[in-house]
């Protein structure tokens, strides 16, 4: 059974930073693109970064310069490091990952979801 587990995300004051992490189990997934999506409440979930599986990255617009995707294929997981927070990112935050090898902003092209992991910042 394929599992992607979110883990880190916690409630933090503008301006701070947070590191969500995401396992994979029951797959490996280094020749698959892995990213991260967010969901604030009433609204549609949104891509935030993904990154290929050979290494390239995308990332929304509004995270430019303050969020960065990694992965690490060894430990079969991906990380979102997040700085300079604003209350704007407040949402749960979800890993994907697979079946497709190059980025891609579309949730649709991603087969394996988490359960989410909640990210709060308060003005």
């Known amino acids: 059974q394929v599992q992607l587990v979110e883990s880190g995300g916690r409630l933090v004051q503008a301006g701070g930073s947070l590191r969500l992490s995401c396992a994979a189990s029951g797959r490996t997934f280094s020749n698959d693109a892995m990213g991260w999506f967010r969901q604030a409440p009433g609204q549609e979930r949104e891509f935030v970064a993904c990154m290929s599986w050979e290494g390239n990255t995308d990332y929304n617009d509004s995270v430019k310069g303050r969020f960065t995707i990694s992965r690490d294929n060894a430990k079969n997981a991906v990380y979102l490091q997040m700085n300079s927070l604003k209350p704007e990112d407040t949402a749960v935050y979800y890993c994907?990952?697979?079946?497709?090898?190059?980025?891609?902003?579309?949730?649709?092209?991603?087969?394996?979801w988490g359960q989410g992991t909640q990210v709060t910042v308060s003005s």
């Open positions: 994907a990952a697979g079946l497709i090898a190059a980025m891609s902003q579309r949730s649709h092209d991603y087969f394996y």
